[in-house]
């Protein structure tokens, strides 16, 4: 008996609010998909193993690194990735909040700080200090400390506390 290798998978899903359908192969990544099939770059590839979380988009309202899912997991489900977080060209204040107080830096891990701090955010919209250097933990920056990304973070806390 011989088995045969399943070359392709169709897979349907929402990303940033519009349905879409890809042919992959099972084997490919989400993070994959959005860049090269979807061409959502905004999303990083860093390490490739889920330990640094330049690739953190949203699954169903939760932060995952879109490296460590495989793309047949999203069938059905909705994505959000960073070019779905600004609404009607206005950016997102935690989007203003990095662009303001320095918290870009070079910009690589920035679409993944921006998409764990916002699902942070939603689970715990007036953290202090502390909570917040806890709750981005799971994302590295390469350029230097996180004092300017906590300060942001915080920045637009209170932001959208003021919007509610």
């Known amino acids: 008996m011989t088995t045969k290798a399943i070359e392709k998978v169709r897979v349907s899903f929402v990303v940033n609010g519009r349905p879409v359908t890809v042919e992959t192969a099972p084997h490919r990544t989400l993070l994959e998909v959005l860049r090269d099939d979807l061409d959502l770059t905004g999303t990083k590839e860093g390490c490739g193993t889920g330990d640094c979380g330049a690739c953190t988009v949203h699954l169903d309202g939760e932060a995952v690194c879109s490296c460590l899912v495989l793309a047949p997991e999203v069938d059905g489900r ?11 060209g206005r950016l997102h204040p935690l989007q203003e909040a990095f662009i303001e107080l320095g918290g870009l830096q070079c910009g690589f891990c920035t679409p993944g700080f921006i998409m764990t701090a916002l699902a942070f955010l939603n689970k715990n919209p007036d953290p202090t200090e502390a909570e917040v250097r806890e709750g981005i933990a799971g994302n590295l920056c390469r350029c230097t400390g996180y004092d300017k990304i906590v300060k942001a973070i915080l920045a637009a806390s209170d932001r959208m506390e003021a919007e509610r």
């Open 78 to 88: 909705e994505v959000v990735t960073i070019e779905g977080v600004a609404e009607d």
